[in-house]
């Protein structure tokens, strides 16, 4: 799959430039934690996730039956980019870091998070402009945390209206559980439309039930 990423000279990446850049359709990436430059991605085909086509396996299916454990939002948001910047192969920066730090302070950048007896066990975040989600990354510390904590925010977007969920681009463990790819095209398009839209993050009530998941 082939992507268009541009790496020079650039001013400093700054909230309110992330804000604009995603608006866009671009987003701006890092070759890993300790390199302190950024460079901006606009993928020739990007990763979406149909908000009616998130697929339920039997195993994880059990696994929320199971329960033992409880969904907040920006309980700790820090403490979830820092656990998706941990991952061996992590693209978030300190100066990336430190954007979506001040996002979710003015409301724009959220996670969902999975907690249990021990603690954080997964968790998804992103940034939300109009009825867009952006996803930016997803990390487990317990067995199907980030999979249980992205049922709930695919239900969390339903609930509120979104009607874009971007995931940049897309694994083969995304693409199990119902993203695709779109071409450059058709994505600003249904940005651009996302962006025309109002939808409201925390509509939905903290560990609400599942029951519009099929």
């Not at 192969?89 to 003015?106: D, K, R, S």
């Not at 249904?190 to 609400?208: G, V, Y």
């Amino acid at each position: 799959m082939a992507h268009d990423m541009t790496s020079h000279s650039q001013p400093r990446l700054t909230p309110d430039l992330m804000v604009r850049a995603y608006a866009a359709g671009i987003f701006p990436m890092s070759e890993g934690a300790e390199v302190s430059d950024v460079f901006w991605v606009d993928p020739q085909e990007r990763g979406v996730f149909p908000l009616d086509g998130f697929h339920i396996s039997r195993s994880l299916r059990r696994q929320i039956n199971r329960g033992g454990y409880r969904v907040h939002v920006d309980r700790d948001f820090a403490g979830v980019v820092e656990g998706c910047a941990a991952r061996d192969q992590t693209w978030i920066n300190g100066e990336l870091f430190g954007c979506y730090l001040a996002l979710n302070a003015q409301g724009l950048a959220h996670s969902v998070e999975i907690w249990d007896q021990e603690g954080l066990a997964g968790a998804v975040f992103g940034l939300t402009l109009g009825a867009a989600f952006f996803g930016e990354s997803m990390f487990s510390a317990r067995t199907g945390g980030s999979k249980l904590a992205l049922v709930h925010l695919i239900h969390r977007l339903r609930f509120g209206d979104f009607t874009l969920f971007d995931t940049q681009f897309v694994t083969d463990h995304l693409i199990s559980l119902g993203a695709v790819e779109i071409s450059r095209a058709a994505y600003r398009k249904q940005l651009a439309e996302a962006l025309e839209n109002e939808a409201d993050f925390l509509a939905l009530p903290e560990d609400a039930p599942l029951d519009s998941l099929s």
